[in-house]
């Protein structure tokens, strides 16, 4: 009799660590589906500010914003649906030694300049990254990037998603959780070629992150 509740139990405790093993995974990937999908609703707007001349006379007469070029490669990409999505993480603080040279100081800030400090880090590497491409190539991804707002209890902290397409340019979106289970995000052009990316290490290549301190790249779509 002992025998035969010993092994209940035991299998009770097998289907427990099971069910328990496989919630995580499940929430983890819905948690995903949610970022995406403001990102590609994010990716929609921006395509449409691209394509939409009268957007971008109101905006700017700079002839940088209205590169034929670029309004043809973005007019042309399907952002309803993604190839790829990748993730992108780092350690902001290694990364802001290589961007400032005046980091010294960095540990005398208080806690809140520091935040402060590390969200613009976040913000800055998508400029940083079009920057290899030229003064068009910011000025572009400048004006027609985008931000919004959701709500997502379960993210904490900062993630980045990236989504890279059939063709076109990819979309760099940085997620940033807030008060009350709100986590707003903003989203940014890379002037890359999509077709270009295949894989995590093409992703670096194309995007020069090679010498980013501490970045990895894993895809998660």
């Not at 929609?44 to 002839?63: F, G, L, Q």
């Not at 070629?193 to 980013?212: P, Q, R, W």
Request: net charge negative.
């Amino acid at each position: 009799m002992n025998r035969k509740r010993t092994s209940a139990l035991l299998i009770a405790l097998c289907v427990i660590i099971t069910f328990t093993a496989v919630l995580p995974g499940c929430g983890s990937r819905e948690n995903d589906d949610k970022l995406i999908e403001a990102g590609l609703e994010s990716a929609a707007r921006m395509k449409e500010a691209v394509c939409s001349e009268a957007y971008r006379n109101i905006m700017s007469a700079s002839a940088m914003v209205n590169d034929q070029e670029m309004v043809d490669i973005v007019s042309s990409e399907n952002v309803n649906k993604y190839k790829a999505v990748y993730e992108v993480t780092f350690d902001p603080e290694k990364v802001l030694g290589t961007i400032s040279d005046r980091f010294e100081g960095y540990d005398e800030l208080s806690e809140n300049l520091q935040k402060k400090i590390i969200a613009q880090v976040y913000g800055s590497l998508p400029s940083l990254i079009n920057s290899g491409s030229g003064t068009t190539a910011m000025a572009f991804a400048a004006l027609f990037n985008d931000g919004g707002s959701i709500t997502h209890k379960a993210m904490t902290g900062r993630r980045t998603l990236v989504f890279v397409f059939e063709s076109g340019c990819p979309v760099w979106v940085t997620y940033s959780s807030g008060d009350a289970g709100t986590v707003s995000y903003v989203s940014n052009w890379i002037v890359s070629d999509c077709t270009k990316i295949d894989s995590e290490g093409s992703l670096i290549k194309e995007f020069h992150l090679d010498n980013v301190p501490t970045v990895e790249v894993k895809k998660i779509r």
